[in-house]
């Protein structure tokens, strides 16, 4: 009986969220000639891109399409491998994991944290230590607060803004911010990177940039991405705030789909999320030295332009700092990173954090995807958390002492 009932509460738990059985991540192989033909295969089958390289791409297949792709695949002769055979216990098993822990709204630096673990954690910070204030940028689309940390422990200096998971599946960058406020807090005035850091910058931390589609991918869809917009007749939910920036609005890279992952929204900055980031980085543009938006995954160190191929007037310079982070991060673990401008290291992406950072005059923009490279993508196990977190710091500290 007891085994019954159980049983019971893990189908109803896990039923409330979307099952990801049987579905598979390929990775294909796809030449610049192969280009055109597979755009309209990944438009036919509306498959959801995990990755992209510049000969090939990541795609989740769902198990009911697997045949259809399989035929239009080798109708034009591209190459799959499988790269994750079924996505869906590598999501249990991080959420079995997780309903054990945390009873007590208790944060965790070598694991994932729900919202309101994020939230309880921040909100107690400034009670307990005086070089931390927290104010909030303004409210999601379901009233969320963007909360923003603010570092400093000395008045008058320049200021460095990192942000993380503006997409809500890349559950390692909200990690990763978390890891490095406390290891900051923590370690000043022990550890030469943290010290320097603190000692010469402001650091402006949003750990989690779209508040209401992080606390989705726990409740309903772990591999959601965007916000949780509705719009009256759209016939689906979501903008991708990453397209969402009033810089080049409409431009490659995005979509007036509201079903595709890259859909821009309706207007430039429509989003309460996109509108409350833009007016903190404008207003900390004049003494802001630095903008770090941190992304996974694919291990790419970059800098603006997203819109264009055309390069920034000072991309020599961002490849500079970009190699000094590269090789200080690449030292911790060992982990290989390329860099380069965004729309020729990942793809072209209109309406981002750092093409409208840049625009604004912050130099210093960058964007980073973390771990890994496509063994587990978006379901990076917990056990990487901290290794990635130690690597992104000491890479971000490299590079922001560096600037000069
Ligand atoms: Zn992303």
């Known amino acids: 009986m007891i085994r019954f009932l159980a049983l ?42 995990w990755g992209r390289g510049k000969d090939w791409i990541d795609v989740l297949v769902d198990p009911k399409l697997r045949h259809g792709v399989m035929t239009s695949l080798a109708a034009k002769a591209i190459h799959s491998s499988i790269m994750i055979q079924d996505v869906q216990p590598l999501i249990e098993r991080d959420f079995a994991r997780l309903a054990k822990k945390n009873k007590d709204l208790k944060i965790a630096f070598d694991d994932y944290n729900t919202w309101e673990e994020i939230e309880a954690y921040l909100a107690g910070l400034p009670a307990s230590d005086d070089r931390t204030s927290l104010v909030s940028l303004g409210k999601t689309v379901e009233g969320r607060d963007l909360w923003q940390l603010k570092i400093s ?35 000043y005035g022990s550890d030469e990177g943290a010290t320097a850091l603190l000692d010469a910058y402001d650091l402006y931390v949003l750990p989690v940039n779209n508040p209401d589609g992080y606390a989705y991918t726990w409740s ?47 207007s430039p900055a429509s989003e309460p999320e996109t509108q409350a980031v833009q007016a903190a980085i404008t207003a900390l543009a004049p003494e802001a030295a630095a903008l770090f938006s941190i992304h996974s995954y694919r291990q790419l160190w970059m800098y603006p332009y997203g819109y264009t191929s055309d390069l920034p007037p000072d991309a020599d310079e961002l490849d500079r700092i970009s190699a000094i982070g590269v090789e200080a991060l690449t030292a911790v673990h060992g982990t290989a990173y390329q860099y380069g401008p965004v729309s020729t290291t990942i793809y ?10 840049y625009a604004l005059g912050i130099t210093y923009s960058f964007t980073l995807e973390l771990r890994d490279t496509g063994t587990y993508g978006f379901l990076l196990p917990a056990i990487e958390i901290v290794p990635t977190a130690e690597e992104t710091w000491a890479g971000l500290i490299a590079a922001i002492l560096a600037i000069p």
């Open 153 to 187: 422990v000395g008045a008058g200096k320049k200021a460095v803004w990192i942000d993380c998971g503006i997409h809500a599946r890349e559950w390692i960058g909200p990690a990763t911010c978390l890891w490095g406020i406390d290891f900051l807090l923590n370690n």
């Open 348 to 357: 072209p992406a209109a309406s981002t954090t750092i093409d409208y950072s």
């Open 8 to 49: 019971t509460a893990v189908v109803a738990l896990a039923s409330a969220r979307v099952s990801y059985e049987g579905f598979q991540v390929w990775r294909l192989e796809v030449s610049e000639e192969q280009k055109p033909a597979f755009s309209a295969i990944l438009e036919k089958h509306n498959m959801d891109v």
């Open 220 to 266: 309903d869809d772990r591999l959601w991405r965007k916000n949780l917009a509705v719009y009256p007749g759209n016939e689906c939910v979501g903008v991708d705030l990453n397209r969402n920036f009033d810089d080049n609005f409409g431009g490659v890279g995005t979509s007036n789909d509201s079903c595709s992952l890259n859909y821009r929204g309706p």
